[in-house]
């Protein structure tokens, strides 16, 4: 979810002050931190979304005859926004790996969290497949998506944060 993004962000500060940094670089480096960090996620129905007000009564009725599956994002302000329209769910899975690899194209190296709100069938097939499109991946972390978060998105949401160094 947008917390396991700020979840790699808090684990660099760890980091951070473990090498004896001071307040002032900590948090210099923590603003390039959320700079270098980016969320993607998909939901498999936008019925929650429209039901939280997140999208309207028309937009549901149309992705949903489509079959639309947006891969969504975070603005600066933490309202979600569309990443990219992807017509099935296996496309929105892989719609969120190619927008995430080419954001890790700009580091060295990338910490990679994954969020699921079904962790044990999703995970495997996940971390698969973003190995394969991101192959600078230094470290994987897990986590099931918490119930703020899937309140608005509804069951089956899955998605990762990848953070950049």
């Given at each position: ?55 309207s009564e028309a937009i549901y009725r149309i992705g949903s005859m489509l079959n ?98």
């Open positions: 979810n947008i917390g396991i993004a700020s979840g790699l962000v808090v684990i660099e500060a760890q980091r951070l002050i473990e090498l004896g940094l001071s307040l002032e670089e900590i948090g210099a480096k923590l603003d390039q931190a959320s700079l270098n960090t980016r969320v993607y996620f998909s939901v498999p129905s936008l019925e929650y979304l429209r039901k939280g007000g997140r999208i639309i599956k947006p891969v969504l994002t975070c603005d600066e302000n933490g309202k979600y926004t569309i990443a990219k329209k992807t017509r099935g769910w296996q496309k929105s899975l892989a719609g969120q790996i190619a927008l995430g690899a080419a954001f890790a194209q700009k580091f060295d190296r990338v910490h990679v969290g994954i969020c699921c709100s079904a962790p044990n069938i999703i995970y495997s097939e996940m971390e698969a497949m973003i190995k394969e499109a991101i192959p600078n991946v230094t470290d994987f972390r897990y986590v099931e998506a918490g119930s703020d978060l899937v309140v608005h998105t509804g069951p089956g949401l899955v998605g990762y944060a990848v953070f950049g160094y």
